[in-house]
Nanobody, 128 residues
Framework: VQLQASGGGLVQAGGSLTLSCPAS????????MGWFRQAPGKEREFVTA????????YYANSVKGRFTISRDNAQNMVYLQMNNLKPEDTAIYYC??????????????????????WGQGTEVTVSS
């Protein structure tokens, strides 16, 4: 399963970017996709995730109200719209997918081990 996040770049604080990632290997009705990020010198952290069939999303507090995850069922893509970007959003962003029969609980969405597949990251740099 190939996941490849794209859409990263350099943007000024207050600007916007949209990341995208294909929902590869999606066969389960309980497919979940998530976005994580890793800033230089820091651990990977959860950003957001979406239950594909429910079209229900959850967000880290640090991005709530600024970032929006969405999925396109027809195009089999997931997107991360990032608005009002801040320098602290600078990181490599990774998309991840889970394709198992059982639906993970909400509390598990922020755990990297919940996901089976990871893509190559895309770099986002926010200048002040």
């Amino acid at each position: 399963v190939q996941l490849q996040a794209s859409g990263g770049g350099l943007v000024q604080a207050g600007g916007s970017l949209t990341l995208s990632c294909p929902a590869s290997g999606r066969t389960s009705s309980n497919y979940v996709m998530g976005w994580f990020r890793q800033a230089p010198g820091k651990e990977r952290e959860f950003v957001t995730a979406i239950y594909w069939s429910l079209n229900t999303a959850y967000y880290a507090n640090s991005v709530k109200g600024r970032f929006t995850i969405s999925r396109d069922n027809a195009q089999n893509m997931v997107y991360l719209q990032m608005n009002n970007l801040k320098p602290e959003d600078t990181a490599i962003y990774y998309c991840a997918a889970r394709n198992r029969p059982n639906r993970p609980i909400v509390g598990a969405l922020s755990t990297a081990g919940t996901y089976d597949y990871w893509g190559q990251g895309t770099e986002v740099t926010v200048s002040s």
